[in-house]
């Protein structure tokens, strides 16, 4: 399979270059310049090949220690899983061989991803627009995110080396880890340009860690009766989940595909820049509708506070005056009970209007 994505690629790079060179009608820019299209193309196609391949590559220079016991050895030796005849071990001259071999691969592919990475920052601080020849790897994401096509390729690299080098409980521990990791870190940044191509590569994720997760589910509970509502909730949710990424794939394809074939005169990403700024500008009216809003509460709430300190004064005077013509008239004065009473109950009022006077 690598080698067929390999050959359709350079077919194609081949036949695109004889009809740059061959075609009366073919730009005469691009003929001028043909070493610096030629380039272009040539990192074009290397990084795609990168990004493609990366995995069976890694599969590839790992062999040397995906190392796996047959359980007949007393010596308790490990052989290649690859190669059942090499022994996983230091001295034997042709398995440290290949373990040199290993190292320079894993050297290189590091030197690869690191060269990469670093040509991504420097696009994105040139003063060329876009990413210049690595445009074909962040041309689909934020500007800001520019390089999570890097990310992508750790996150495959991560998930493969998590089974490819473990087995049993501790792949699916790492398997799960790089899942929940690679998941928690698209949801917070959403690095796509198209919403849907963002919920789709969601969807996804989620899709792929239930997978993950309903192995070590269905490999305990798969003789219980307790578990069988478990492992048929299971298998719905997945199944949902799976049919939403695929439907959500589906409609993120047709809506790049619509509106890449859009012939307006503006190019793709003018026009999702262009419909960035509508939503922007959306976006601040819906927010000052809504400060405003939020300023009319608050003078009115300043209103009602400003009138209930005009008010209460008014109708503390008004119990004031209630409460003294309530003892005025409750006790006649020429009796000793009746001034007690009078007396006892003034000093009740002052208490009223001043709370602090009850201590004493």
Known sequence: MPLILVGIVVA???????????????????????????????????????????????????RPFNCIGDGTDSNGIAYMASSPDIPCIADDAEYAELVSLSTIGLAVYAGCYALISLGLVVEMRSDRPGLGTLAFLGDKYEEEFYYWEMVVVARKLGLMLSFYLFSDSQA????????????????????????TVDWSDFLT???????????????????????????????FVGAVVMTAAVVMAGVAQRHVWVAVRQKDGDDYKVRVVRARVLEAKERVAALEHQLENAVAVDAELERRKEEEGIFKPELAQTLEGVLENAIDTSAPEDDAAGRASKSVRKAEMQVFKNPMLAND
Request: hydrophobic fraction near 50%.
């Open 205 to 235: 994720l989620v899709a792929n860690l239930l997978i993950l997760v309903s192995g070590p589910v269905f490999t305990v509970l798969h003789d219980t009766d307790s578990g069988a509502m478990f492992r048929q909730t299971l298998e």
């Open 172 to 195: 699916w521990l790492c398997g799960t880890t790089v899942l929940v990791v690679a998941l928690t870190v698209h949801a917070a940044a959403r690095p796509y340009e198209d919403p």
């Open 12 to 62: 194609y790079s081949v036949l695109k270059l004889i009809s740059v060179c061959c075609s009366s009608t073919a730009n005469h820019e691009v003929r001028k310049h043909l070493i610096r299209f030629l380039v272009h193309k040539a990192v074009t196609v290397l990084s795609s090949l990168f990004t493609a391949l990366s995995i069976f590559y890694m599969r590839a220079v790992l």
